[in-house]
């Protein structure tokens, strides 16, 4: 994370069991970089950690970010950290907005599906369709109405207009899990389709979709946890355009830890490629695809990269670092 904002935890609040809110805001109450629905910030922690989170507060507000964050019992450290040790009047490092999510905002109508922390970069979405005036619906897992971030929100809007939130708490006494297929066979085949949550989720909903015949273009997904195992087999050689430098890529290393070991300053955030943080443009050479932030449509032109977690079909990389 090269260029950072220091901001102020101006507020936290408890948005659901295992589920807080952060407000973040600069010291001195002046604007924030601009952002749009779906993008998400890097928070550097003080354990010297850093994750990405989607903002999910109106990209109409200027002055203050709202992340939420799940406290995730498989934390790899970073939920974990900002719960226990991120608290009111702190000051935190963060990046300016990215958006590998973007929402359409010109579709006739939008069908999001949600699933758990999922719901982040939606509620974003859904707050941007209701200043547009545009169509929309919900459909929000959980396991349970208690552990369901922003439900009383939600509920306020399905009461102005009832009929666009759907709710489903598969862990209730009768709950069962969504049937992704019968939601989208549903909907108007024109639409476009969102769908933000855990990875068995996002994998039914992608079948789902390609059972029916949808088309790719409107269909959109963004995974906060790997898709694949990063390629670790090695044995490549990167080089980099611009600093003129060159480095053999050994088993067991990323292309992003080769670097990094030979103190090559690099942006990086989940190390997983998911975030998009540490996007590369390639000059030379055929990676091997393993983010999950790329369309496989972008991976095939093979113009960028993420080196966190992608290897290489060929014996060299020239990479515009």
Known sequence: MLDTIEVLVTRVIAEAQGVKSWELAREDGSPLPSFTAGAHIDLKLANGLVRSYSLCNSQDEANRYLIAVNNDPQ?????????????????VSISAPRNHFPLVEDAGHVVFVAGGIGITPIYSMIQRLEALGRSWELHYSARTKEMCAFRSQFEVLEQRRPGRVHFNFDHEPGGRMIDLKDVLAKSDANAHFYCCGPAPMLQAFEDAAKALGLPSPQIHVEYFTAMQEAATDGGFTVELARSKRSFFVSAGKTILETLLDNDVDVPS?????????????VIEGIPDHRDSVLSSEDQATNRTMMICCSGSKSEKLVLDL
């Open 75 to 91: 934390s790899r450290g970073g939920s974990k950290f900002i719960h226990d040790m991120l608290g009111l009047g702190d000051l």
């Open 269 to 281: 955030s989940c190390t997983q490629g998911f975030c998009g943080t540490c996007e590369t443009a």
